[in-house]
């Protein structure tokens, strides 16, 4: 089997932190209004804002981003004899990651629409993006959830048995998996989340120049 380039792998790996920035860039774009909470008022102006739908747009795209990322160290840990795990640590990623764009596509096009009617009179409104959020929503986002917290503990059991990435970089991407996934209405847990993507991203990248500088 012909495995890509490592300069392919890395570009790919570059995904992660980047992705990292991206919604970190998101997050304080929208002052981390999501639901609606007891500023109803702040919620309709922040959410009708252009500066939201922009967020929101970013914050997509940090999402789907990490997919080429997590491919490429599906690839890279392949070549390592864990490639098992390393292949159901991806699946579990992917479909975790892409889970969550439905409810994220809600929060995009509905929040806005819903928060200029709250503004022009139509006060029950917001309780109706609660509603789709805390429902049929909350049962894909669960799902998700456990998909990709699952996928990045198996990616850190394939860092963890391959031996040739410390396993440092494996729990914070657990960790990140974890926080991200459960700690939805924390700021400063979703802050961490991404940071803890930002500095495995970087490790893994820096793991697989090294390892290639050191084979030549």
Same mark, same amino acid.
């Given at each position: ?141 669960? +799902?998700?959830? !456990?998909?990709?917290?699952? *996928?990045? @503990? =198996? &990616?850190?059991? #394939? %860092?963890?048995? +391959?031996?040739? !990435?410390?396993?440092?970089? *494996?729990? @914070? =991407? &657990?960790?990140? #998996? %974890?926080?991200? +996934? ?9 802050? =961490?989340?991404?940071?803890? %993507? ?19």
């Amino acid at each position: 089997m012909q495995y890509p380039s490592t300069k392919r792998l890395i570009f790919c790996l570059w995904t992660l932190p980047i992705s990292g920035i991206f919604a970190l860039i998101a997050l304080f774009l929208r002052k981390f209004f999501v639901l609606p909470g007891a500023d109803l008022v702040g919620w309709a102006q922040m959410v009708a804002s252009d500066s939201y739908r922009i967020a929101q747009y970013i914050y997509i795209l940090a999402y789907v981003l990490p997919f080429f990322g997590f491919w490429a160290l599906y690839i890279y840990l392949s070549q390592h004899k864990v490639e098992t795990l390393a292949f159901w640590g991806l699946m579990g990623a992917l479909l975790g990651t892409g889970l969550p764009l439905t409810t994220l596509g809600v929060f995009t096009y509905t929040s806005p629409a819903l928060a200029n009617l709250y503004l022009h009179g139509e006060t029950y409104l917001p309780q109706v993006i609660t509603d789709i959020a805390m429902g049929s929503s909350l049962v894909v986002g669960i +799902s998700g959830a !456990i998909l990709y917290v699952g *996928g990045c @503990f =198996l &990616f850190g059991l #394939a %860092l963890w048995k +391959s031996k040739v !990435i410390s396993k440092l970089p *494996g729990v @914070f =991407l &657990f960790l990140h #998996a %974890l926080l991200i +996934s459960f700690g939805f209405g924390s700021p400063a847990m979703l802050v =961490l989340s991404w940071l803890l %993507l930002i500095i495995c991203g970087m490790w893994f990248i820096s793991s697989v120049q090294k390892a290639s500088v050191s084979s030549k």
